[in-house]
């Protein structure tokens, strides 16, 4: 080997242990988040490279708080969300689940009835007479158990046999790590009984910032030729649609309020996008599902998922009953979500990829929310 290629492979290992070196450079701080209602103490988790500043709680294993830099370098927060523990638990009537993982189902099941190898389950219909995101008392109120990791933080939760109506003993891990300038969330799961398993992430972003206005003239772009459009309950119906020729076709980057308020059937029934997106890709391939892009800050995400879904939900029931971390109070479209997961109402519609966990399996999936600039 002559002088020059071996210098050559030595300078390439140089710049390889030099990103990894830039990448590892994670800190993880453990505070204070307050107290609960009953007493028990949340934390919260910072976690902070030069990229990215991410603020984890183990309530509800919430992301609080996204800091990354807009085109000028100038740090910003782009997640909705409160100060401290007591915001999210007093949201009574009215939950938002503001960073939450939602689960043990995130999303809706029909009338919340589903059943599994002929035993028929009943769930709590806590939304329009379906259940959603898990139930009343899902995985979005309970106080996870973390454990400090050198580049982020993993949560555990155990959710017994009948947890919500669930069936099966349920154990959760939702892993948060930094890398460079993306935030990776890795799931698990495993079961000591067929049940069915659907979790997401629901931050709402506002890449120009939280309190910043609305995200309307935010655009999209949606990796997917099909969308489920839905009954009045926000139910898929009829299986996938194309989205050619409708005000859900975001294959090309479109600000978000360009048609939200077109004459559309499924506009009108959802008070703006709260529909699942047909990715184009398939069940457990990691690809793009999402980008975002905000004009006024030049801050865009890209969404990756091994997801099939994605739920995108502009914000439409934010009614300014609650205000967040910046003080002003969220109104419709003050952030939105990119819930990546599996179809709704998967466990009564067998046509969809399944989201059914047996004894013995275990249950992966990944997401990961990368940010950068471009003017
Ligand atoms: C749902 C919305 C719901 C919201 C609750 C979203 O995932 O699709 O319909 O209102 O969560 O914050």
């Given amino acids: 080997m002559g002088m020059q290629s071996t210098g050559v492979i030595l300078l390439s290992m140089?710049?390889?242990?030099?990103?990894?070196?830039?990448m590892a450079a994670v800190s993880v701080t453990k505070s204070d988040f307050g107290?609960?209602?009953?007493?028990?103490?949340?934390?919260?988790?910072?976690?902070?490279?030069?990229?990215?500043?991410?603020?984890?709680?183990?309530?509800?294993?919430?992301?609080?708080?996204?800091?990354?830099?807009?085109?000028?370098?100038?740090?910003?927060?782009?997640?909705?969300?409160?100060?401290s523990v007591s915001g999210y638990e007093n949201e009574a009537d009215k939950k938002t689940y503001f960073g939450a993982v939602v689960g043990r189902y995130g999303n809706r099941i029909r009338n919340g009835?589903?059943?599994?190898?002929?035993?028929?389950?009943?769930?709590?219909?806590?939304?329009?007479?379906?259940?959603?995101?898990?139930?009343?008392?899902?995985?979005?109120?309970?106080?996870?158990?973390?454990?400090?990791?050198?580049?982020?933080?993993?949560?555990?939760?155990?959710?017994?046999?009948?947890?919500?109506?669930?069936?099966?003993?349920?154990?959760?891990?939702?892993?948060?790590?930094?890398?460079?300038?993306?935030?990776?969330?890795?799931?698990?799961?495993?079961?000591?009984?067929?049940?069915?398993?659907?979790?997401?992430?629901?931050?709402?972003?506002?890449?120009?910032?939280?309190?910043?206005?609305?995200?309307?003239?935010?655009?999209?772009?949606?990796?997917?030729?099909?969308?489920?459009?839905?009954?009045?309950?926000?139910i898929p119906v009829g299986g996938p649609k194309p989205v050619a020729g409708t005000p859900f076709d975001f294959r090309k980057m479109t600000p978000i309020g360009q048609r939200i308020n077109d004459k559309n059937e499924q506009l009108q029934i959802a008070g703006g996008?709260?529909?699942?997106?047909?990715?184009?890709?398939?069940?457990?391939?990691m690809k793009v599902a999402a980008k975002l892009y905000d004009p006024k800050s030049g801050r865009?995400?890209?969404?990756?998922?091994?997801?099939?879904?994605?739920?995108?939900?502009?914000?439409?029931?934010?009614?300014g009953s609650y205000a967040g971390k910046a003080g002003a109070k969220y109104q419709k479209h003050a952030g939105l979500c990119l819930e990546t997961q599996h179809y709704p109402d998967s466990p009564n519609q067998s046509q969809f990829p399944t989201t059914e966990l047996k004894a013995g399996q275990t249950m992966h999936s990944e997401t990961i929310f990368a940010f950068s600039t471009k003017k």
């Fill in 14 to 22: 140089m710049m390889m242990a030099g990103t990894q070196g830039a």
């Fill in 35 to 83: 107290k609960l209602k009953d007493g028990q103490s949340a934390e919260l988790y910072t976690l902070k490279d030069a990229d990215l500043e991410v603020k984890i709680t183990n309530y509800g294993a919430r992301i609080v708080a996204i800091g990354c830099k807009d085109q000028n370098g100038k740090m910003g927060d782009v997640a909705l969300g409160y100060n």
């Fill in 113 to 234: 009835k589903f059943s599994i190898d002929g035993h028929q389950y009943t769930v709590p219909a806590n939304n329009n007479g379906n259940a959603l995101h898990g139930g009343p008392h899902g995985f979005d109120e309970k106080l996870w158990i973390a454990k400090q990791l050198p580049d982020g933080v993993e949560f555990t939760l155990v959710s017994p046999d009948g947890d919500q109506g669930f069936p099966g003993k349920l154990t959760a891990h939702v892993r948060y790590t930094l890398v460079g300038d993306a935030l990776h969330i890795n799931y698990s799961a495993t079961t000591d009984k067929p049940t069915v398993v659907n979790l997401t992430n629901h931050t709402y972003f506002n890449l120009s910032g939280d309190g910043q206005g609305d995200i309307l003239g935010e655009e999209l772009q949606l990796n997917a030729d099909q969308y489920t459009p839905v009954d009045k309950g926000l």
């Fill in 273 to 285: 996008y709260d529909h699942n997106w047909v990715l184009n890709g398939g069940a457990g391939q």
């Fill in 300 to 319: 865009e995400l890209t969404v990756s998922t091994t997801e099939p879904g994605v739920q995108f939900y502009s914000g439409n029931f934010l009614d």
